[in-house]
């Protein structure tokens, strides 16, 4: 099974509350905050499993898919990673006993930490600044 990178939002809920005049609604702004964030992660997973090369086409078989999960504390999630397809991406990543571990999902996770964030943080800020500037 491959290696999927989750980003999620702890507390969307209430945030999703101060969205609650929203034309689309609170989850769409959500969601669309973690597929931004999800897609620096992408790209650049997609950058590095192409430098890979080994065998296949791992870098094309990378995608971003979001949900949110409304439970206790709501979460909207963007899972990165190749598909159930692949079934030879996780040991790309950590390696077997005859192959060196390339890794490619941790690292774009990593490197871009502060991109995530600040993807998440500006999609909340520009929508509150349009909801505010419009009166609601």
């Not at 296949?56 to 709501?74: M, T």
Request: glycine share 10%; proline share 2%.
């Amino acid at each position: 099974m491959a290696r999927k990178v989750n980003i999620k939002i702890e507390g969307a809920d209430k945030i999703i509350q101060a969205f609650g005049k929203m034309e689309g609604g609170a989850v769409g702004v959500m969601m669309e905050a973690v597929k931004d964030a999800g897609d620096i992660v992408e790209t650049d997973m997609q950058s590095r499993a192409d430098k890979i090369r080994k065998t296949g086409n791992l870098e094309g078989e990378i995608a971003i898919r979001s949900q949110y999960e409304q439970k206790k504390d709501g979460k909207a999630i963007a899972y990165i990673g190749p598909g159930k397809d692949v079934d030879y991406a996780f040991f790309v990543e950590v390696g077997t006993k005859d192959t060196k571990a390339s890794p490619y999902a941790r690292p774009a996770v990593d490197k871009n930490r502060k991109k995530i964030k600040e993807a998440i943080e500006n999609k909340i800020a520009d929508t509150l600044e349009r909801l505010w500037s419009s009166g609601i």
